[in-house]
């Protein structure tokens, strides 16, 4: 977690065995493999509250962040980083970062979720790519640089992060993203690639050439705003 240069209050770094996540999660044999043959190490890095950085709560009727846990995962191999981040977001109710680690390579993964009667409803999971350890990009996960107005919006900044750091990537794009285009470039990059798709299925020549058209469009559309990034 060094990546996120936390106060050294917040440090909990305990290990997790794996057999508690078998059990909470009621795991089957399938996905108790999945934990022996990639999971090499858990282990509980911080913990983020009020008391340990003076970040304050943010709770209503349907959210409540209190406390923001850091849990880093060493894998043995790549693969199945989506299913165990995934599994680990659901089994834990308060807000979490996940650090994956493989070799020199790191995948950060944060999540939407609210609870409802003391159920875990996951909203949506936000996974980043394999970045290197030594990323610039990282730096601008670092503590001291995220919105420090409540625990809420301090997640919250972190997802943003994570999603900045995915279109970079896709977009070979060095420079920083503003976050008020996130949504739309997102929207972009899909209808993008959907269009290349729908355009190699096709076989008629018209066709292909009205999905070419509208390709070109929405590529020119996504090109214009990071011109004025």
Request: proline share 1%.
């Amino acid at each position: 977690m060094e990546i996120f240069n936390l106060p050294k209050e917040c440090k909990i770094d305990k290990n997790i065995p794996k057999e508690i996540i078998y059990k909470n999660a009621e795991a089957d044999e399938k996905l108790k493999r999945v934990f022996i043959d990639n999971v090499e190490k858990i282990r509980f890095m911080y913990l983020l509250n009020f008391s340990n950085s003076n970040i304050q709560d943010y709770i209503n009727d349907k959210e409540r962040f209190e406390e923001i846990d850091f849990i880093k995962i060493i894998l043995k191999e790549k693969g199945k980083e989506n299913i165990i981040s995934k599994l680990f977001h659901q089994l834990i109710p308060k807000s979490t970062v996940i650090i994956l680690e493989f070799k020199n390579e790191i995948l950060i993964s944060t999540s939407n979720k609210r609870t409802d009667k003391e159920k875990i409803i996951l909203e949506e999971v936000f996974n980043s790519n394999w970045v290197d350890i030594e990323n610039k990009m990282l730096k601008d996960l670092e503590y001291k640089k995220l919105n420090s107005t409540n625990l809420k919006l301090f997640y919250e900044n972190i997802i943003e992060k994570v999603r900045i750091i995915n279109l970079s990537r896709e977009l070979n794009y060095k420079n920083s993203i503003k976050s008020e285009n996130i949504d739309l470039l997102e929207e972009l990059n899909k209808e993008i690639e959907e269009l290349k798709l729908l355009r190699k299925k096709e076989t008629q020549i018209n066709r292909v050439a009205e999905i070419q058209t509208k390709l070109l469009k929405k590529i020119e559309e996504r090109n214009k705003i990071l011109r004025k990034e």
